[in-house]
């Protein structure tokens, strides 16, 4: 059975900083292109990052590059995603997902077959 768990989230104020965690279990994790994904409410969810299976290359949305950052171990069956500067626009419920065809394909959740629960993460002004 595939799981992915997420934890890390919480609340923090404009400017600071959270690093998202999310373990991985049932599968061959390194084979798999992860990504995170988010959604605030009454909106879409929609692509923050995303990380090739050997963790060399990695993918932002614009509204995110350069104040996110994604990586993984493969050792530990774990994915990552560093969020600085945070503002209150990035305000949602972020889920890690799995993409077990080993090739990135781009930012669209379909891509994504599994997910995990979510971790809601609040930023005050």
């Known amino acids: 059975q595939v799981q992915l768990v997420e934890s890390g989230g919480g609340l923090v104020q404009a400017g600071g900083s959270l690093r998202l965690s999310c373990i991985a279990s049932?599968?061959?994790?390194?084979?798999?292109?992860m990504g995170w994904f988010r959604q605030a409410p009454g909106k879409e969810r929609e692509f923050a990052g995303g990380?090739?299976?050997?963790?060399?290359?990695?993918y932002y949305a614009g509204s995110v590059k350069g104040r996110f950052t994604i990586s993984r171990d493969n050792a530990k069956n774990t994915v990552y995603l560093e969020m600085n500067s945070l503002k209150p626009e990035d305000t949602a419920v972020y889920y890690c997902?799995?993409?077990?065809?080993?090739?990135?394909?781009?930012?669209?959740?379909?891509?994504?077959?599994?997910w995990g629960q979510g971790t809601q993460v609040t930023v005050s002004s």
């Open positions: 049932g599968r061959t994790f390194s084979n798999d292109i």
């Open positions: 990380i090739s299976t050997s963790g060399d290359n990695t």
């Open positions: 997902a799995a993409d077990p065809s080993s090739l990135y394909r781009g930012s669209s959740p379909n891509f994504y077959r599994y």
